[in-house]
């Protein structure tokens, strides 16, 4: 039994001395929703609190508590996922106990897990099979829809950068389902209940069907992030304090975000990154891994204007324009006259430009200015000489 921090620190110590203990590089205890059908799919897990490549007494004692309670751990694998039980539970609050009554707040969120456990009313009727401990040991390819939620939390709450996480694989670990809030519901079951759910009014409003939820079913954002719609980002998303997201043709997809305050009327696809200070038009498209970019991620620079309806195939640098309606793709031929080359190569003195190139000769230089020639309908590149600045009151 442990009473001071002294002895708690020492317990920590002690665990992971051992030769079988492994530092995780994420962890974290989530409630999950099963198949009303079949009860070993898992459709949604949420983390209260998510641990990535920090919190290592925790784990130690977590996992020493497992152990404890009968539990066979192996740090040589991935991931490992156990129930909790009230013996895990008992064993973690004997450990914890020094820190229990200071537990509040952004105070020992891992104990105030653990705690909020242990108290949960028994008349909620929810049994160990409701929640699971999740240890990912390796940034492998995820091989459980827990283990997929773990990732896709770590990176909406920016505890792991935008394209840094193996998720190989991860949609096919994830159940396409029906969403009513934050509630998944099995397409089967909606199927088999079809007629006895709408003869009795009961029939849900189903707000959207897909593998992931949205952002905001998870995710609270910062006090200066707006988000106008919700369902135009994708939870595993990752917003900058300070992004807008407007309503209408915006969208944010899972892997893809911003790096700053960014305002956003256009669309971000996967693994798109769009630098501070920039703006995506309305109706802007900056393709993603799955849309034309022969699986290269885009990243669009700070302070760029993308303006509406432009589509973007290809990185840019910092204080790049896309004019209205014109689209910038690898094979796009594009023409810079002798006087725009000379400026050009003095904000990027390692290119190597020519009159004639394509757009992917061009791709994360500096200072470009797209546009088209309304004389002959060339698409030309100069020096930008506009600066994009973002309304303060705004962001």
């Known amino acids: ?36 059908l079949n009860q070993d799919k898992i459709l949604q897990a949420t983390f209260p609190v998510v641990n990535w490549n920090e919190n290592f007494g925790s784990a130690a004692i977590f996992m020493d508590a497992l152990i404890k309670s009968g539990v066979s751990i192996d740090t040589t ?4 996922i156990f129930d909790i039980s009230d013996e895990f539970l008992t064993n973690c609050i004997e450990s914890f106990r020094p820190f229990i009554p200071e537990a509040k707040g ?5 104990v105030q897990v653990i705690s909020q456990l242990s108290t949960l009313p028994r008349d909620l009727g929810l049994g160990a099979e409701d929640f699971k401990i999740v240890f990912l040991f390796e940034d492998a390819a995820p091989q459980s829809a827990e283990a997929v939620y773990l990732k896709i939390y770590a990176l909406s709450l920016k505890k792991a950068p935008l394209r840094s996480l193996n998720l190989n694989g991860a949609f096919g670990k994830l159940e396409n389902v029906a969403w009513v809030g934050n509630t998944p519901i099995e397409l089967e079951f909606l199927r088999a209940n079809e007629i006895s759910l709408k003869l009795s ?41 300070g992004t807008t997201i407007m309503p209408g043709a915006s969208y944010v997809n899972f892997n893809a ?17 769009v630098g501070a200070g920039s703006d995506v038009g ?24 993308l303006g509406a309806n432009s589509v973007t195939g290809i990185p840019l640098g910092d204080g790049c324009i896309i004019d209205a309606g014109v689209a910038i793709l690898a094979g796009t031929k594009i023409f810079i006259n002798d006087a725009e080359i000379v400026k050009l190569s003095e904000v990027n003195p390692k290119s190597e ?24 309908g060339q698409i030309v590149a100069r020096r930008s000489t506009k600066d994009v600045k973002l309304n303060s009151d705004l962001h």
């Open 201 to 241: 009014g009961k029939y849900p409003v189903i707000d959207m069907v897909d593998k992931f939820p949205r952002f905001l079913s998870h995710v609270i954002p910062e006090n200066n992030t707006r988000i106008l719609d919700t369902s135009k980002v994708r939870f595993g998303a990752q917003l900058a304090a």
């Open 1 to 36: 039994m442990i009473f001071t921090k002294e002895e708690f620190k020492a317990q920590v110590e002690s665990i992971q001395s051992q030769n079988w203990y492994k530092n995780p590089v994420g962890f974290g205890i989530a409630r999950v929703n099963r198949g009303q």
């Open 353 to 376: 430009l020519r009159n004639n190139v394509k757009g992917a000769e061009l791709a994360g230089l500096n200072g470009i200015h797209f546009r088209v020639d309304s004389t002959n």
């Open 106 to 110: 952004d105070a020992h969120k891992n």
């Open 257 to 273: 975000g911003t790096l700053g305050a960014v305002m956003v009327e256009g669309r971000i696809s996967s693994s798109a990154v």
């Open 282 to 305: 309305g109706g802007a498209s900056i393709l993603g891994v799955l849309s034309g970019t022969d699986g290269n991620p885009i990243t669009i620079g700070e302070n760029c204007l």
């Open 77 to 80: 694998q991935s991931e490992q």
